[in-house]
């Protein structure tokens, strides 16, 4: 079954620990993206890859890493989390970059910092 | 400064009528308008798209409208049914390749009544 897969589903944890949200397709897409969703804003982009080794950032990237070591997965870090980073976090991929491709979305991890 | 707007959080429609959610965008370099569907607890799904040298798209019993002197696109959903009821997001990318991804709306909570 084609998807993407996150995990945790769910997290609390404090504030300064570092932790990293996995995200993994199997879809062969060289395309992938993070993106946050708060109340009364939608979603957000926090970073993007186009493929391997290549990442860049989308309109909210201040605390947050990525990294594309391979094609299928392209995990969230965040080194020092704080209290504005709860939020509800998607990841998604697309065959490719180009505008006209619709993104496939992963269920969503709920963090929250204490 | 938000480029894609929805400016109902809200829609009420009985089972059977038409559902019409609304869309408007401020940046003209958007070439590609895609409408996601979201549950609780998944991520949001592909429900249809738009390109701008078109001004109508149909899927079954969704449509979607683009006015782009307006810069205004709507989605039709006839009939509606109780399945239907889910929060909507409107989405649109830029031309020439779109590869800082889809810029979202706040999203509008359609709910079907009986």
Redesign the interface.
């Known amino acids: 079954e084609a998807q993407v897969t996150q995990n945790p589903r769910y997290l609390i944890t404090v504030t300064g620990k570092k932790l990293t949200v996995t995200c993994s397709q199997n879809m062969n897409h060289e395309y992938m993206s993070w993106y946050r969703q708060d109340p009364g804003l939608g979603l957000r982009q926090i970073y993007y890859s186009m493929n391997v080794e290549v990442t860049d950032k989308g309109d909210v990237p201040e605390g947050y890493k990525v990294s594309r070591k391979e094609k299928r997965n392209f995990p969230l870090i965040l080194e020092s989390p704080s209290p504005n980073q709860t939020s509800l976090y998607f990841c998604a991929s697309s065959f490719h970059g180009r505008s006209n491709q619709p993104q496939h979305f992963g269920d969503g991890t709920r963090l929250s910092i204490l | 400064d938000q480029q894609?707007k929805?400016n109902s959080p809200s829609l009420s429609v009985q089972e059977g009528r038409i559902s019409i959610l609304n869309c408007d965008y401020t940046n003209s370099m958007f070439?590609?308008f895609?409408w996601?569907k979201k549950y609780p607890?998944?991520?949001?799904?592909?429900l249809i798209?738009i390109?701008s040298i078109k001004d109508k798209n149909e899927d079954g019993r969704f449509t979607v409208f683009l006015n782009k002197s307006a810069k205004h696109l709507s989605l039709h959903i006839v009939p509606s049914q109780p399945g239907d009821s889910a929060v909507y997001?409107c989405a649109a990318?830029?031309?020439?390749?779109?590869?800082?991804?889809?810029?979202?709306?706040?999203?509008t909570h359609l709910i079907i009544q009986p």
Request: charged share 15%; aromatic share 16%; glycine share 24%.
């Open positions: 894609v929805q070439d590609y895609l996601y607890a998944e991520g949001p799904t592909f798209s390109s997001f990318s830029r031309a020439g390749g779109g590869a800082d991804g889809l810029t979202f709306g706040k999203g």
